[in-house]
T-cell receptor, first 116, second 110 residues
């Protein structure tokens, strides 16, 4: 299996522009997670999906952020309009169905976003 | 708010030395996980501990879950340069949702 695939790996954009990050989870995994990592705040969960349905988006910082999962093999995280404080590394992770109340998250390589 | 505090934040040691990093919380967790993250990559799961007092070994790495399930430790014996990375603990404050610790950045020098 190729693992979790994210694109682009790097994105540089100007403040006010729309940014779309993409993720292809591991085939057969039922859960998909979007995280953001910064030096100041560490790794933060933004939103997660179960069987393509958003379950918890309480970590989404504000209305400028939105996420979709139109099918089991694709998800997007969109920021519109982007701001310099959105600069971070964004990770997508997927997980197989829960076993014994724990689950293993498999992370993609991340997208490094820089907003100037 | 449930938090996972890790210590130390930074650690630089010589190859061959032993080290221990800690993950502490004031809350009880049903399980804890440890991940290692290398520069430019996503975190990779090392281990999951689920029972209070549980000890798991992964080659030179030993993981322990506290009896009260509020803390965990990771001990590395005879560190190697390949152990360099960011070590993160993670636990579920609820169902299907994990929070990550503040991280320990380890550098092993040759």
């Amino acid at each position: 299996d190729a693992g979790v695939i994210q694109s682009p790996r790097h994105e540089v954009t100007e403040m006010g522009q729309e940014v779309t990050l993409r993720c292809k989870p591991i085939s057969g995994h039922d859960y998909l997670f979007w995280y953001r990592q910064t030096m100041m705040r560490g790794l933060e969960l933004l939103i997660y999906f179960n069987n393509n349905v958003p379950i918890d988006d309480s970590g989404m910082p504000e209305d400028r952020f939105s996420a979709k999962m139109p099918n089991a093999s694709f998800s997007t995280l969109k920021i519109q309009p982007s701001e310099p404080r959105d600069s971070a590394v964004y990770f997508c992770a997927s997980s197989p169905i829960d076993r014994a109340s724990t689950y293993e998250q498999y992370f993609g390589p991340g997208t490094r976003l820089t907003v100037t | 708010t449930q938090l996972l505090e890790q210590s130390p934040q930074f650690l630089s040691i010589q190859e061959g030395e032993n080290l221990t990093v800690y993950c502490n919380s004031s809350s009880v967790f049903s399980s804890l996980q440890w991940y290692r993250q290398e520069p430019g990559e996503g975190p990779v799961l090392l281990v999951t501990v689920v029972t209070g007092g549980e000890v798991k070994k992964l080659k030179r790495l030993t993981f322990q879950f506290g009896d009260a399930r509020k803390d965990s430790s990771l001990h590395i014996t005879a560190a190697q340069t390949g152990d360099t990375g960011l070590y993160l603990c993670a636990g579920p404050p609820g169902t299907y949702k994990y929070i990550f610790g503040t991280g320990t950045r380890l550098k092993v020098l040759a």
